[in-house]
């Protein structure tokens, strides 16, 4: 029984010197930064001790830290149970946040808020919560651009970040890969290219950069090209060699004589300690735009830009400022001309992990940062947007479910449905007023059509039929002018507006409507005597009545679309009183109409006012009212037509 006992012993003392060993082991792995090392090792410990603070905490934190914090969740919630601080809760929200869990998320954040005075980790929790619900009101920016894996590209490793450059595309892909990147346990990346012609790529003739060689045992990523093609810059890093520099950089290679020149580090990186990359340049080249967690920025990584020096170099880097930049990241900047600015970003609100925004103007001139919407952007990894044919076609890479493997590229098309089209059909008839008789066709004559901008949009002579075709755009407001040698030229206005169909209910792409209009012409003669009708006045007075108005304005038309002739207005009484009192009230309201056609803009020097009081009746010893007010008339007459 002793020996039994002893031998026990034994056994526990091996045990947890081996354990122990495990412990040390996995913790140089993850302070080395081996996180997936470290995963593994301390996986093996959890798989006899599931509490075991310390395992839970290394691979919880071995996740976030490999860009994986979506698979910490269980981890911080095991964390969260045993030994409850701000930082298990917060981050446990942000691994849930990062699976589309918002409403598990906002619970771990507004549990966070318990454990903290700290002002500053309360602000960037209750900005994580703002973020959820700003989330959920996003609209897709580009509504019907459509985004396809790009199967026959990708391969079961990491493969994104593509450029286009002089008719190839280039990427970074872990193919023809020599080792793992012990952070994340993925391939290592290498630089790659093919022929392209915009989304069309050549995927069989896919190869390693011909431009320069690829380095073995460490990543090469994130490739960017001048607009002229002389240049090349890249990043390249997380070595596992004590012999290499400790943090990913950026390296340029130049063409040279016929070639490129052996890569370099490049002094906008400023420090070897300090994570620099995904590299862009600007449209004209002279700015290039970067990634960087140095010192002085407003998160974890931030973008800057650096402007390109005397020498060829790029310098004075300067962070783009906290309307882009968050207390999160920001990479894989993409500057386009008309000034908008898209990069990726997972601080901003949007839908999981990093998603793809763009900064613009708004009508104030204020920039503003929109989350690119739900066919861009997943739960997962959306980065690295590059246009091959701006905005409707080009690439972005993500993680997303569902993809071929780690990274993928995707394309990505503008679908946006062709707009029926519906063409409004105006006949324009134009015909005579014949006395007595039904209007007559008026042939030869005139007709101009103007837009609502006072611009003609069309102009012909009527057939024999006196008809003239226009095409008309639906919902829109046109004046239509007629004129013939010999008669008062006319406009009236005519709109569209209400007189087409709906347009979601048309199926035909092209849809004709035809509608028809008429413009009588009145002949032109001197002193012919035209009464308007319906000018009436208060008994006794001469003003102008608000209805009167309305007929004197037709009466002002005309004078502004038969801009040579003068006329004489006249007023006319019945004979129930005074030839003296009818004879000055006539002339008193015809010049209360000249006076009014004045203040519309004509001229007085085109108007002549003449009260003729009862001397001209139409109707002798009139005795009904309706006599008396066919008497009581308002006319005018051309009195003269300057050439």
Same mark, same amino acid.
């Given at each position: ?12 003392l091996v ?25 593994n090792?301390f ?33 911080y919630e095991k ?9 298990s809760?917060?981050?446990?929200g ?17 549990k ?7 002002e ?25 651009h459509?985004?396809?894996?790009y ?21 970074t ?14 391939p290592?990346t290498?630089?790659?290219r ?6 069309r790529?050549?995927?069989s ?5 011909p ?10 990523a ?12 890249y990043?390249?890093g997380n070595?596992?060699?004590?012999k ?10 130049y063409?040279?004589g016929?070639?490129?020149?052996q890569?370099?580090w ?25 990634? *960087?967690?140095?010192?002085? +920025? &407003?998160g974890?990584? =931030? %973008?800057?830009? @650096?402007t /390109?020096? $005397?020498? !060829? ?9 906290p ?14 001309g ?5 990069f990726? *970003?997972?601080?901003?609100? +949007? &839908?999981g992990?990093? =998603? %793809?925004?763009? @900064?613009? /103007?708004? $009508?104030? !001139?204020?920039?503003?940062?929109k ?26 890479s *993500?993680?997303r479910?569902? +993809?071929?493997?780690d990274? =993928? ?5 503008d ?49 024999t ?36 169909p ?17 413009i009588?012409?009145?002949q ?12 009436y006045?208060d ?15 037709k ?35 015809a ?8 203040s519309?803009?004509?001229?007085a020097?085109r ?37």
């Open positions: 029984m002793k020996n039994h006992f002893l031998w026990i012993c034994l056994l526990l045990g947890v010197s081996s354990c122990k060993s495990l412990q040390e082991k996995g913790n140089e792995q993850f302070l080395s930064g081996q996180y997936q090392y470290a995963i090792s996986s093996q410990i959890l798989a006899d001790d599931p509490d075991n603070k310390e395992a839970n905490q290394v691979i919880a934190e071995s996740y976030r830290l490999s860009n994986r914090i979506e698979d910490a969740a269980p981890y964390l969260v149970e045993e030994d409850p601080t701000f930082e809760y917060y981050r446990l942000l691994s849930l946040k990062a699976q589309g869990k918002d409403e598990e998320a906002k619970e771990a954040f507004e966070a808020k318990g454990y903290t005075q700290d500053t980790f309360l602000a960037e929790t209750q900005r994580q919560l703002e973020a959820i619900k700003l989330s959920e009101g996003i609209e897709d920016y580009w509504p019907y459509e985004l396809l894996n199967k026959d590209l990708n391969t079961a490793g990491p493969d994104y970040a593509p450029v286009i450059s002089e008719d190839f595309i280039y990427f892909s872990g193919r023809q890969a020599s080792g793992l990147y012990p952070a994340d346990g993925s290592y290498k630089l790659f093919a022929r392209a012609d915009g989304l790529v050549d995927v003739g896919a190869q390693a950069l431009e320069f060689k690829n380095e073995e045992g460490l990543n090469q994130a490739i960017a090209i001048s607009p002229d093609g002389n240049t090349i810059i990043a390249r070595s596992t060699s004590d290499d520099l400790p943090e990913t950089a950026l390296f340029v290679s063409f040279r016929g070639g490129f020149t890569p370099i490049m002094p906008v990186n400023e420090d070897e300690f300090w994570w620099n990359s995904t590299p862009a340049f600007s449209e004209d080249g002279e700015e290039l735009y970067f990634a *960087s967690n140095r010192p002085g +920025g &407003y974890g990584i =931030d %973008l800057y830009k @650096a /390109k020096l $005397a020498n !060829g170099d790029f310098g004075n880097p300067k962070n783009l400022g309307t882009i930049n968050t207390p999160g990241n920001e990479l894989f900047p993409r500057p386009m008309d000034g908008k600015f898209f990726s *970003s997972d601080g901003h609100p +949007g &839908y992990k990093l =998603d %793809l925004f763009v @900064a613009e /103007k708004d $009508a104030s !001139g204020t920039q503003v940062v989350n690119l919407g739900e066919n861009f952007n997943s739960n997962n990894d959306d980065f690295s947007l590059f246009f091959t044919d701006y905005p409707k076609a080009g690439f972005i *993500s993680n479910e569902g +993809g071929i493997g990274d =993928d590229i995707y394309f990505f098309e679908k946006t449905p062709k707009p029926k089209i519906i063409n409004v059909l105006l006949n324009v008839y134009t015909k005579q007023r014949v006395a007595g008789e039904d209007d007559a066709v008026l042939e030869q004559a005139r007709v101009v059509l103007y837009d609502s901008l006072n611009k003609q949009a069309g102009g012909d002579f009527s057939n039929s006196g008809r003239v075709r226009f095409t008309l755009t639906p919902d829109s407001d046109f004046t239509i002018i007629a004129s013939k040698s010999g008669y008062f030229s006319k406009s009236i206005p005519y709109t569209t507006t209400g007189k087409t709906d347009i979601s209910t048309l199926v035909q792409d092209v849809t004709n409507i035809t509608l028809d209009t008429t009588v012409l009145d032109l003669v001197l002193d012919r005597s035209i009464v308007l009708e319906n000018i006045y008994l006794d007075k001469a003003e102008i009545r608000p209805d009167a108005a309305v007929e004197l304005d009466l002002v038309q005309i004078l502004k679309d038969n801009p040579s002739i003068t006329i004489e207005l006249s007023s006319h009484t019945d004979d129930r009183s005074s030839d003296a009192y009818n004879q000055d009230l006539s002339q008193r309201r010049q209360s109409a000249v006076d009014y056609i004045v519309q803009g004509i001229s020097d108007l002549v006012a003449r009260g003729y009081g009862e001397s001209q009746l139409i109707i002798e010893n009139a005795s009904t009212e309706e006599e008396h007010q066919t008497n009581r008339r308002t006319e005018f007459k051309v009195i003269e037509i300057k050439e």
